[in-house]
Structure formats: structure tokens, C-alpha cells
């Protein structure tokens, strides 16, 4: 069974924080992802790798690093947190065309 | 830039119906199409997902894709209260998805007992 996990279900940063959001999967997929999600703005894809120490942007990836130093970890940085990024952040992972998701975490930046 | 475009609902529908969901999307070079649900509070998952013109069933959901009008829609069967839930339309954003998918914003759907 397809396993995606995330650190945090829930989690309240100050603004000005450096933030680690940690994505693991026990699939040994080669392609993960990070993405936002927005009321009224949907699912918007930060960064993705295609494996181990490679990494590319997506769409909206300023304000954010990730770091991809084993196959099965996936970090998403915020260098200074900022009130503007508050939201949704699910991790996800590629095989056979489908993505399988994890369970998200919900980031408040206040 | 890659763009789909879903009515954002809600739709609602009495169950037993059929639900038709709709989705538009701006490239034409797109091969693949994949429909997630999404319930609140939860991340999505995938229904189904069509490669090529026409229809594709799978069980109570039907995926019909037109590439030249570049349309796709999703049909449920016998709708149920289970089934209301936020529907995502996505295409891959390149490299085959190994760049990630777009994603519609979503439809909204309820079903009526």
C-alpha cells in the first residue's frame, strides 16, 4: 500500500521563521512534489524532483527551497516565513502516471 | 501557461442521478487527463484517469475525453451521498507528469438524499 507521510498535520510559525516541512514516502518513487493549496486559487505545484540531490521549480516557487538528500525525503524550506503563506502544503509522489498524496499540513504563519 | 477550467459549483444533484462533471483545458498537446476527488479536510485521490478519445468506465464513474474540443468530463452513476466531495481536473505539466500535473480548481459537488 502506498504510504506518503508529512510531519505535521497542523502547524503556526511566526513571521521571519525558517520552516521545514517534511515529506517521506516508502515506495522508493523517483518523482516528488511539492504543492499549495488555496481557497479559490487550487493546487499549485512549488518545486518537484526527479530523484536523489536534483530538484526543479514549479510554478510559484519563490519564497520556498526544498532539499531532496535521500530518495525518500522531500523537505520544503521557507526561508522567512511570511503571512502570505499560509496554506495547504501536500506532498505527493509519481509512479505509473498517478500521484499519490499525503495527508498535508496545514501552515499558519502569523 | 498551461490552464483548466472547471465550474467551481456547487453542483448538486438528488441521489440516484447522474452527476456530469466538466472540465476545459488550453493544451492541445495534453495526452493524458486524470479526475481526483477530494473530500474536505483530506488530500485527493485519484478516480480515474483517460488517455484517449471517447469513453473510458470504471464502475459507477464514466471518463469522456474530446481532444479536439478539448474537453473532458466525468460521469457518476447512481450518485450517492459518499460521493459529494470536491472534483479535481489535472493534466501533466510536462515531461509526461514527472514535472507534475495542473490542476482544475475544483468543482464542487453535493448529493441531495
Known amino acids: 500500500d502506498v504510504k506518503v507521510t508529512q510531519s505535521s498535520r497542523y502547524l503556526v510559525k511566526r513571521t521571519g521563521e525558517k520552516v521545514f516541512l517534511e515529506c517521506v514516502q516508502d515506495?522508493?518513487?523517483?518523482?516528488m512534489f511539492w504543492y499549495r493549496q488555496d481557497p479559490g486559487l487550487g493546487l499549485r505545484l512549488i518545486y518537484f524532483?526527479?530523484?536523489?540531490?536534483?530538484?526543479e521549480k514549479g510554478d510559484i516557487p519563490e519564497g520556498y527551497s526544498v532539499s531532496r538528500e535521500k530518495k525518500e525525503r522531500f523537505s520544503l524550506i521557507l526561508e522567512s516565513a511570511s503571512t502570505n503563506q499560509t496554506s495547504m502544503y501536500l506532498c505527493?509522489?509519481?509512479?505509473?502516471?498517478?500521484?499519490?498524496f499525503g495527508p498535508g499540513t496545514r501552515l499558519t504563519v502569523l | 501557461q498551461k490552464e483548466v477550467e472547471q465550474n467551481s459549483g456547487p453542483l448538486s444533484v438528488p441521489e440516484g442521478a447522474i452527476a456530469s462533471l466538466n472540465c476545459t483545458y488550453s493544451d492541445r498537446g495534453s495526452q493524458s487527463f486524470f479526475w481526483y476527488r477530494q473530500y474536505s479536510g483530506k488530500s485527493p485521490e485519484l478516480i480515474m484517469f483517460?488517455?484517449?478519445?471517447g469513453d473510458k468506465e470504471d464502475g459507477r464513474f464514466t471518463a469522456q475525453l474530446n481532444k479536439a474540443s478539448q474537453y473532458v468530463s466525468l460521469l457518476i452513476r447512481d450518485s450517492q451521498p459518499s460521493d459529494s466531495a470536491t472534483y479535481l481536473c489535472?493534466?501533466?505539466?510536462?515531461?509526461?507528469?514527472?514535472?507534475?500535473?495542473?490542476f482544475g480548481k475544483g468543482t464542487h459537488l453535493i448529493i441531495q438524499p
Open positions: 524532483s526527479y530523484d536523489v540531490k536534483m530538484k
Open positions: 515506495m522508493d518513487h523517483e518523482n
Open positions: 483517460i488517455y484517449s478519445n
Open positions: 489535472a493534466f501533466p505539466s510536462g515531461g509526461g507528469g514527472a514535472d507534475g500535473l495542473t
Open positions: 505527493a509522489t509519481r509512479f505509473n502516471d498517478e500521484q499519490f
